[in-house]
């Protein structure tokens, strides 16, 4: 699939580090290295930044599933935080796992090595 320039990384996905490594077919796969402004009071991975990171494979899926041409937004979205990040970098693989003509249903899991981190499901809108 040929990618536009530019429409995999917005400024929000610069700013918190994401990194993109895989993208095609309803597929997206995400990086993010815990930095000194993505930790909450805890010292972790704020929850904050690891739904980002959902939000952001989710929606790169959606769009490698329906095109670059067309925009999706979410509608709604689910997460289950499974354990904090003390330190390193995560993954999450956002999944496409239907794709109507008005609606995708996605989800994602955010791992650490071989460690669930989070679960997420959601639905976006074609717009």
Known sequence: MEIPEGLT????????????????DGVAEVTLALEPHLRNRGNVMHGGALFSLV????GLAC???HGFDKQSVTVECKINYVRGVP???VTCIGTVLHAGRRT????????????????AQGTFAIV
């Open 104 to 119: 995708l249903v996605v989800e994602a899991e955010v791992r650490q090595d071989d460690k669930l981190v989070a679960k």
């Open 63 to 65: 769009s490698s599933s």
């Open 87 to 89: 330190d390193g970098e």
């Open 9 to 24: 990384e917005s400024a929000y996905f610069k700013t918190l580090g994401c990194k993109l490594v895989r993208l095609g």
């Open 55 to 58: 939000d952001i494979a989710m």
